[in-house]
């Protein structure tokens, strides 16, 4: 019994810092591949209608690691087509939904948006 209390230890022991660095190396793959898509959304669409809070906040959250969490909001037809892009290579490259810097405020409520399900 009290062998394989030792070997589960040490199994656990062995195992932990390798799913540690496997998950540190699938942050800074999906890091990787956000720069490079926004680098690319930048080439493909300007930057001429971006506010530069949007800018600036998707400069930051690659600066920070893609760690530090980011409420990137798209507000001109221009951000949001780069936002939506960013989201389907982001997905294509295999990541969650939850990965993306982008959210936008919520409108209080009685401001006449839409209150269902959803939101």
Known sequence: MRTSATVLALC???T???MGQEQ???VEQKCHAYEAA???ALDTYGSEQM???????NENFIA???TIPADICPRSNQEIDIANALTIALMNAGTASTFLPFKCPTPPS???GWQGPGL
């Open 12 to 14: 656990l022991a062995v």
């Open 16 to 18: 932990a810092p390798a």
């Open 24 to 26: 540190s190396g699938w």
């Open 38 to 40: 926004w680098a690319q």
């Open 51 to 57: 506010n530069y809070a949007f800018i600036a906040g």
């Open 64 to 66: 920070g690691g893609c």
């Open 110 to 112: 009685g401001a006449g």
